[in-house]
């Protein structure tokens, strides 16, 4: 039976989730990748572990994970009941629903109808009574934003959920949604979003001043996106990497000439600072204020160790900020 260290908590840092009462690590752990049926479930066993004893207490998760769809909710559910049941509390599990789950019109998207049946489909392959957060995945063009909403809300007061969360949303949807969710008196603290150095599209859309304003936290999953700010892809394309597996999320086209020449200047910048590239991208995406959380993917407990490496980061210098910009094409 794994009995988690005594000393976890000593180094992570928890950051509030907007102007919640919930806490968040700097680091959480994501199953989108590495927690799938092709996959090795004693390594996934051992990275829910070393991230645990080393304070990571959010995993998170999604209801289409794997792939096979469901076997990420269903793989935690085991590692729970067969090793960490005795730290359900300590842990915040979050789930979302939104993409494509089951045949029909009622697999996807955003209706009160597939929400909340997602919804008990994921407490049933976890084997939980609740989650600590419940997304709606991505925004639905068709369903009325209320409905929406309304699932969440009736999701937390249900007692199946704690807090609501929603993710992909930009700006004008999110606003209302607050205003939703506020009458509602629902307790909405997370939008989780892409952000990256590469990908900053929630800076143009000023998605972070509305966060802060509103009182919203913001999760920034694909921190690495995916792997290419990883020194991985500086002298070519590794066997095990997700730009050389069918099943994964990438392929070379994510790769060119002229984007190795930019994670190269970056490695040597992350060097002078004493970081590996993954630990200097994962600290960047952390200097924003209204981020409260990296969500990093791993596929091996030592990929874990090397981020949480980031929580006493430093931080940067102007002229730092002004090198990862130039060297990206920002300025």
């Known amino acids: 039976m794994y009995q988690a260290k ?16 919930l806490k968040l690590p700097a680091v959480s752990l994501g199953f989108w990748q590495n927690f799938g049926t092709y996959d090795d479930y004693e390594t996934m066993r051992q990275m829910c572990f070393t991230a645990f ?15 096979v769809p469901g076997s990420a909710e269903e793989y935690l559910g085991k590692i729970l009941k067969e090793d960490m049941r005795a730290y359900r509390d300590e842990l915040i599990i979050s789930t979302k629903a939104g993409y494509r789950m089951w045949d029909g019109p009622y697999g996807e998207w955003g209706s009160r109808k597939y929400l909340l049946a997602s919804l008990d489909q994921s407490l049933q392959r976890m084997g939980l009574d609740y989650v600590d957060i419940y ?20 999701a937390v007061k249900s007692g199946k959920a704690l807090y609501a969360g929603i993710s992909n949303y930009d700006r004008r949807t999110m606003r209302r949604a607050v205003r939703i969710l506020k009458e509602l008196h629902c307790p909405f603290v997370v939008n989780q979003v892409r952000y990256n150095m590469i990908d900053r599209h929630i ?8 966060a802060k304003e509103k009182g ?8 690495l996106e995916q792997g290419i700010l990883t020194d991985k892809y500086l002298e070519g394309i590794p066997e095990n990497s997700r730009v050389a597996i069918p099943y994964k999320t990438m392929d070379e086209n994510n790769l060119n000439e002229n984007l190795v020449g930019q994670l190269r200047a970056l ?25 409260t959380s ?38």
């Open 53 to 67: 004893d080393n304070g990571i207490t959010h995993f998170d998760l999604a209801n289409n994970y794997g792939p």
């Open 6 to 21: 005594e000393t976890r908590y000593e180094k992570m840092e928890y950051h509030r989730c907007g102007e919640s009462g």
């Open 267 to 291: 490695n040597d910048l992350a060097g002078e600072r004493g970081q590996t590239l993954a630990q200097m991208a994962l600290s960047w995406v952390l200097r924003e204020d209204a981020v």
């Open 294 to 331: 990296v969500l990093i993917g791993a596929s091996s407990p030592a990929q874990i160790l090397d981020n949480i490496g980031i929580v006493k980061d430093a931080g940067f210098t102007g002229d730092e900020l002004d090198r990862i910009d130039e060297i990206l094409g920002r300025k």
């Open 135 to 154: 997304y709606h995945h991505r925004m639905d063009p068709d369903t009325p934003l209320e409905e929406s909403m309304m699932a969440l809300d009736q």
């Open 216 to 223: 919203i936290g913001l999760v920034a999953f694909s921190p």
């Open 203 to 210: 800076e143009d859309d000023r998605l972070p001043e509305l």
